[in-house]
């Protein structure tokens, strides 16, 4: 499965941005997918995911001002970003859980810059 993040950029706090994420090849056994992020000197957590079955799971610091959705047809998660923070300022990661039986791998792709500053 290869990842393809786009949408990161600049934005003023209050602002919005809406992240994409386009999955290309074998989605078997892809159970779901998400954005996680890493500011700097800080450990990659995670921000909002989607499993196949469409149930939703936020990081309480985005609830109520993020929203994940999908696109099954294109294979292609977006992440809503409203009242953006300069706190969500980081590198987000798009990834995606490979899950049969008991094994589990993760997929990522490569992160997208958001930067939230006047």
């Known amino acids: 499965v290869q990842l393809q993040a786009s949408g990161g950029g600049l934005v003023q706090p209050g602002g919005s941005l809406r992240l994409s994420c386009a999955a290309s090849g074998s989605m078997v056994n892809i159970n779901a997918m998400g954005w996680y992020r890493q500011a700097p000197g800080k450990k990659r957590e995670l921000v909002a995911a989607i499993t196949t079955g469409g149930s939703t799971n936020y990081a309480d610091s985005v609830k109520g001002r993020f929203t994940i959705s999908k696109d099954n047809a294109k294979n292609t998660v977006y992440l809503q970003m409203n009242s953006l923070k300069p706190e969500d300022t980081a590198v987000y990661y798009c990834?995606?859980?490979?899950?049969?039986?008991?094994?589990?791998?993760?997929?990522w792709g490569k992160g997208t810059q958001v930067t939230v500053s006047s």
């Open positions: 990834n995606a859980l490979y899950s049969e039986s008991t094994y589990k791998f993760d997929y």
